[in-house]
C-alpha cells in the first residue's frame, strides 16, 4: 500500500463547475499537506499549504484536511480552463522528505 | 529570470552509456533535491543536499550520483543508462533545510529533463 493514494484521473468537467480533488494517506506522522499544481512539461508549482486539519482558503482555491480520517482535499470553485493541470497532494513526514500523491489530472472544458 | 534551471530539456541516449544532468538556482537558497517522475506521474525524491552536503539519499542506484560544486548548483550524473532509467527528472530547491515546516521550506521546482534511454 502506498502512503499517499490519489485518484489519478482523468477528470474533465465544465467550466464553472466546483472541482474536488482528493487524498488519503496511511502514515500518521505526516505534519504538512500540500497541493502542487502541474501543468504539461513544466515542473509543479507550489498551490496551498496547510499544517493543522480544517479549512484554508485562498482565492478560489479551498484546502482541507482530515486528520482522524487521514483524508485531504482541494477544491476549486468557478474553474477556469486555466486550471486545467495535474494535481498532486504532497505530505511531509519528520525525515525531510516530501512524500508525493500520484497526481490528478484535470481538465476544464470551456 | 529562471529561478531554477536544468540542462538538457530532453535527453534521448543509448543503453549503457554514462550522462549527466545540470541543474543551477538563483534564488540564494541552501538545499537542493533530486526528483524522479515516472511515466504514470509518480514524483519521487532521490537525493537532496543542503550547502553541498548530503542529506537525503533515497533508495536508489549507485549508478546515480549526485554532486554538488557549489550551494546554488546540484548536478546528476548517472552510469550505464537502463531501459528503466528513462523518466522526467526535476531538480528543486528550497531556502531551509528540506520540510521542518514553514513556507521557507517551499520547493521550487526546476522545468524537469525528459530523459529517453533507448
Known amino acids: 500500500q502506498k502512503e499517499v493514494e490519489q485518484d489519478p484521473g482523468p477528470l474533465s468537467v465544465p467550466e464553472g463547475a466546483i472541482v474536488s480533488l482528493n487524498c488519503t494517506y496511511s502514515?500518521?506522522?505526516?505534519?504538512?499537506f500540500m497541493w502542487y499544481r502541474q501543468y504539461s512539461r513544466k515542473g509543479p508549482e507550489l498551490l496551498m499549504y496547510?499544517?493543522?486539519?480544517g479549512n484554508k482558503e485562498d482565492g478560489r482555491f479551498t484546502a482541507q484536511v482530515d486528520k482522524s480520517s487521514k483524508y485531504i482535499s482541494l477544491f476549486i470553485r468557478d474553474s477556469q480552463p486555466s486550471d486545467s493541470a495535474t494535481y498532486l497532494c504532497a505530505m511531509v513526514q519528520g525525515a525531510q522528505k516530501l512524500v508525493f500523491g500520484q497526481g490528478t489530472r484535470l481538465t476544464i472544458n470551456p | 529570470d529562471t529561478a531554477v534551471s536544468q540542462t538538457p530539456k530532453y535527453l534521448v541516449t543509448q543503453m549503457g552509456n554514462d550522462k549527466s544532468i545540470k541543474c543551477e538556482q538563483n534564488l540564494g537558497h541552501d538545499t537542493m533535491y533530486w526528483y524522479k517522475q515516472d511515466s504514470k506521474k509518480f514524483l519521487k525524491i532521490m537525493f537532496s543536499y543542503n550547502n553541498k552536503e548530503l542529506i537525503i539519499n533515497e533508495t536508489v542506484p549507485n549508478r546515480f550520483s549526485p554532486k554538488s560544486p557549489d550551494k546554488a548548483h546540484l548536478n546528476l550524473h548517472i552510469n550505464s543508462l537502463e531501459l528503466g532509467d528513462s523518466a522526467v527528472y526535476f531538480c528543486?530547491?528550497?531556502?531551509?533545510?528540506?520540510?521542518?515546516?514553514?513556507?521557507?521550506?517551499?520547493?521550487?521546482f526546476g522545468p524537469g529533463t525528459r530523459l529517453t534511454v533507448l
Open positions: 502514515n500518521s506522522a505526516f505534519q504538512y
Open positions: 496547510t499544517y493543522s486539519s
Open positions: 528543486a530547491s528550497s531556502q531551509g533545510q528540506g520540510i521542518a515546516g514553514g513556507l521557507t521550506d517551499t520547493q521550487y
